[in-house]
């Protein structure tokens, strides 16, 4: 009974704070990602590339690099991205979604018959924003703003890259589109933080 409680309550409050006009668009692009522009190679790759077991060896060896290749300051660049990333999840997973509900698609009770979903498992937390897009919007704003003028502007391939993990997000239908939207904003805002603060106080140096 407590249950039914909460559910309809999580109902009542479903994106209260979205005016109509962004849901009704939300639902109708989600649709198209979600239900429309897909194939079969997509629904291989999208859902995989969202996991852990990809992202994580990358960020990795983005951490082996540059303590290899900047020492002292390489070692404390990978403690300002953790603390980055940190940052964005709070932001994101903290004080956002524990004070904006909104049901994910996969709950979602006007989506049932009218989603695809490419996962074993639909999160009960709150679908904004998207934690996803936030953690890897502001990785890849933190390292391309530290990278740019120390190796190349060519960093910035990682926003297509947390661009693409976000998208897969909406189409695994677990995200709505402004959820990935505002999670890359808010990434993008919390990543370039102690990005600026690092290139300020420390800095990227090849030793000579």
Same mark, same amino acid.
């Given at each position: 009974?407590? +249950? ?12 209260? !704070? ?6 009704? !668009?939300?639902? &109708? ?13 997509? *629904? ?5 590339? &969202? ?6 060896? !990358? ?21 300002? $991205? ?6 964005? *999840?709070?932001? %994101?997973?903290? $004080? ?6 909104? $049901?994910?698609? #996969? ?14 498992? #639909?999160?009960?937390? %709150?679908?904004?924003? %998207? ?10 704003? !933190? ?22 993990? %976000? ?17 890359? +904003? ?10 600026? +603060? ?5 800095? $990227?140096?090849?030793?000579?």
């Amino acid at each position: 009974m407590v +249950i039914f409680a909460y559910m309809i309550l999580i109902e009542i409050q479903n994106a209260a !704070f979205l005016p109509d006009a962004i849901k009704q !668009f939300d639902y &109708r692009l989600f649709s198209k990602m979600n239900g429309q522009w897909h194939n079969a190679f997509f *629904d291989i790759f999208l859902p995989y590339i &969202r996991e852990p077991a990809v992202w994580v060896p !990358f960020y990795f060896f983005l951490a082996v690099f540059a303590t290899i290749n900047f020492k002292i300051r390489g070692w404390l660049w990978v403690l300002f $991205l953790i603390i980055n990333v940190m940052l964005s *999840d709070y932001v %994101s997973s903290t $004080l956002i979604k524990e004070n904006f509900i909104r $049901l994910r698609p #996969c709950h979602d009770p006007l989506l049932v018959g009218n989603i695809r979903v490419l996962v074993s498992y #639909c999160p009960v937390s %709150s679908s904004f924003t %998207s934690s996803h897009a936030a953690n890897h919007f502001a990785a890849a704003m !933190f390292i391309f703003t530290t990278f740019r003028k120390a190796i190349s502007p060519k960093w910035a391939f990682l926003f297509l890259w947390a661009f693409a993990i %976000s998208y897969a997000q909406v189409y695994v239908g677990v995200h709505f589109p402004f959820d990935i939207f505002s999670g890359a +904003i808010v990434g993008i805002i919390t990543g370039s933080i102690p990005a600026i +603060i690092f290139n300020k106080k420390i800095g $990227l140096e090849m030793p000579q």
